[in-house]
């Protein structure tokens, strides 16, 4: 089994293996999703939107990935679902009162590659139950008003409107915020859903915008259509005007033919027929 000059190869230059899954570490991965925006790789800063598979993004940052799709290198494999600004959710946070930058309480990331637990402090808290937002504890999302709520004040007080602004909701209307890998089927499932329901919209908008159009364009031509009716009336009252007085027609030294026209019916007026331009006997 040489290959030059003796040499004999391993098996590992021979045989391809199958390469390894790589395992993250759960606290870090958790960091990561939780205290830094998904596009951006930059720390969330208000204000922040969620998409409908429940990842976090600043706002600035999508709205710069919605402008030019070149932005960031990897969006079009983190976000090639969001096209527009509607696929996305304001999300309406509370801040955490423990939370201060001055402080230094929120860990650069060095420092939470070595141990992301270390006086970590979130940023936003759930209003309801406090528990803070550091991927220790699930929260969700009430997609129809953007307000944000802890799993567990969910739990505790059931209820079908918005326990931050009332704003009533279904249950198809919460999803988690960075769900598991057992959930996403579920949010694509539902996200596929609300593309078609807004393809919907958007073909319903264009046929009343064609609609309006034409309406438009019957009009225009409705009002066309009178403007050359009025024409022809106004140009109809013009032929049957009365003839101007006879003093003006003299002294405006009218010819014979136009003095003609003044004839009474009782002075008589001569034709062709007595003229004797046209008559059946012979002059011979």
């Known amino acids: 089994m040489g290959c030059d000059g003796g040499s004999i190869p391993l098996r590992i230059e021979l045989v391809k293996t199958k390469a390894r899954a790589i395992k993250l570490d759960p606290k870090f991965l958790a960091y990561a999703n939780w205290y830094f925006c998904a596009l951006s790789k930059l720390p969330l800063q208000q204000p922040i939107v969620a998409d409908n598979l429940g990842r976090m993004y600043n706002k600035e940052a999508m709205l710069s990935y919605l402008l030019d799709k ?26 955490n009162p423990a939370y201060s930058e001055s402080s230094g309480s929120f860990l650069s990331q060095s420092q939470a590659s070595v141990n992301p637990d270390d006086n970590l402090v979130a940023k936003f808290i759930c209003p309801i139950s406090q528990k803070e937002m550091n991927g220790k504890h699930r929260f969700n999302i009430i997609t129809t008003c953007g307000c944000v709520v802890s799993e567990q004040a969910f739990k505790e007080i059931p209820s079908t409107s918005c326990l931050i602004c009332t704003k009533p ?25 609300i593309k078609a329901s807004f393809l919907l919209l958007d073909a319903d908008k264009k046929s009343k915008k064609k609609d309006g159009e034409s309406k438009k364009r019957k009009k225009e031509a409705g009002e066309k259509v009178q403007g050359i009716k009025k024409q022809m009336v106004e140009q109809t009252a013009n032929v049957n005007l009365s003839l101007p007085k006879l003093d003006s027609v003299i002294n405006l030294k009218a010819s014979e033919a136009i003095k003609s026209l003044y004839v009474k019916p009782t002075q008589g007026r001569e034709t062709f027929l007595t003229k004797g331009t046209f008559n059946r006997y012979s002059a011979y």
């Open 169 to 193: 909701f279904t249950p198809l209307d919460v999803i988690p915020i960075n769900p598991s890998d057992e959930e996403l089927p579920a949010l694509k499932t539902r996200l596929e859903k």
């Open 70 to 95: 070149n932005a960031y290198g990897d969006g079009d494999l983190i976000c090639s679902h969001i096209s527009k600004p509607r696929d996305l959710i304001n999300l309406k946070l509370t801040p």
